[in-house]
C-alpha cells in the first residue's frame, strides 16, 4: 500500500457548514517524518497516463492560499510527475482591462482543461471572493453597473461558483479545490528568508507584507469561503502548508485518490489494430 493512499482523505471538506478553519493545524504531518515520505509518487504518473489514454474526463486543481504557501511548488510537484502534453498551468494575478471587460469567471474559462488533461490554476475565481473581498476598493475597478453591487454579492458569488462547479463536474471535469494553510509564523519565517537569500529576493513582493496586515480578514474570508463551496463534487483540501514536503504529498494524495476513483484503466486495442501490431511485430523480427 502506499503512503499517498488515502493521506488526503482527512483534509478534505465535503461539507462546508459549520467549517471552522482554527481547528486545522497548519504544521500536521500526520505522524509522518519527511524521509519516509517522498516516495512512491510512480503513481501520480501512471493515472494521468490513464487519464490521457481515456481522453474522457479531465482535472481542474485549484490551489489557493497566502502568498509563500507554496502554491507554485505544488504545481511544480504534481507536474514533474507527468508527461507535459496533459497537463499545464494557469496563473491568475490581478486582472488585465481586457478581463475586467467581462463577467469574473470569463478569464478563467478559458484555461479549463480539455478532456484527457490535468489544468492547474495558482489561483482561481476564488480570488473574487477572496482579495477582492478583504479590500473593498477592488470591487469598485470591476465596472459592475452600481445596482447590482449589493450587500448580498458575496453570497451571489458563491452561488455562481457553486454551478459553475456543478457544471464542470456534471460534464467530466474533476474538481479539486487546496486550500495551502500556512501560519503566519510561518509565513514570517519564509518572507524572511527570501530577503536573505540574495538569490531569492526576485521572488519577495513587497505586498506581501501588506497583505500580511490583513491576515485575520483573510483567514475569515477563506473559512467563509469553504463553508459556501464545499461539496462533495468539488470539494475543498485544507492541506497543512507549515512544511513543505507534507503540503507536497497530501495535494499528490488527493489528485491520485481521486483518478483512482474513477477507476481508469489503459484498455487493450481493437481486434483491427492488434493486428495491424501483429504484422508490425513480424516486419520487425524479420528485419
Ligand atoms: P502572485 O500570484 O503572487 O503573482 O500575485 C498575484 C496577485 O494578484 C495577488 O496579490 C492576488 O491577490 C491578485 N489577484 C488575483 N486575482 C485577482 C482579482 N480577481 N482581483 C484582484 N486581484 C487579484
Ligand atoms: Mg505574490
Known amino acids: 500500500m502506499s503512503k499517498l493512499n488515502g493521506l488526503s482523505s482527512r483534509y478534505r471538506v465535503d461539507e462546508g457548514d459549520g467549517f471552522r478553519l482554527g481547528v486545522w493545524d497548519p504544521a500536521d504531518t500526520n505522524g509522518l517524518s519527511d524521509d519516509a515520505a517522498m516516495q512512491d509518487l510512480a503513481r501520480l504518473s501512471e493515472v494521468q497516463e490513464a487519464l490521457y489514454a481515456q481522453n474522457c474526463w479531465s482535472m481542474l486543481l485549484i490551489l489557493q492560499g497566502m502568498d509563500t504557501a507554496g502554491k507554485g511548488g505544488a504545481a511544480r510537484y504534481v507536474m514533474s510527475r507527468m508527461d507535459p502534453r496533459g497537463c499545464y498551468v494557469a496563473g491568475f494575478g490581478r486582472p ?11 478569464r478563467t474559462g478559458r484555461h479549463l482543461p480539455e478532456r ?20 473593498s476598493g477592488v470591487l469598485g475597478s470591476q465596472q459592475l453597473p452600481p445596482e447590482l453591487v449589493t450587500r448580498t454579492i458575496w453570497e451571489e458569488r458563491f452561488e455562481d461558483i457553486n454551478a459553475f462547479e456543478r457544471h464542470l463536474t456534471r460534464n467530466g471535469t474533476l474538481v479539486l479545490k487546496f486550500f495551502l ?26 505586498t506581501s507584507v501588506a497583505e500580511r496586515q490583513r491576515w485575520d480578514d483573510y483567514m475569515t474570508a477563506y473559512e467563509e469561503v469553504i463553508r459556501a463551496t464545499a461539496t462533495p463534487h468539488a470539494p475543498w ?39 495491424q501490431l501483429l504484422s508490425a511485430r513480424i516486419m520487425l523480427e524479420n528485419d
Open 96 to 106: 488585465s482591462a481586457e478581463e475586467l471587460g467581462h463577467d469574473f469567471l470569463w
Open 116 to 135: 484527457g488533461r490535468i489544468g492547474i490554476f495558482n489561483r482561481s475565481y476564488y480570488e473574487e471572493v477572496l482579495v477582492v473581498r478583504v479590500h
Open 181 to 206: 494553510n500556512i501560519s503566519k509564523e510561518e509565513q514570517k519565517s519564509r518572507l524572511l528568508s527570501r530577503l536573505d537569500d540574495p538569490r531569492k529576493r526576485w521572488r519577495f513582493d513587497p
Open 237 to 275: 483540501y485544507v492541506i497543512p502548508a507549515d512544511n513543505r514536503w507534507f503540503a507536497l504529498l497530501a495535494v499528490a494524495s488527493a489528485v491520485v485518490d481521486a483518478m483512482e476513483k474513477l477507476g481508469l484503466t489503459i484498455s487493450e486495442v481493437g481486434p483491427e489494430l492488434q493486428e
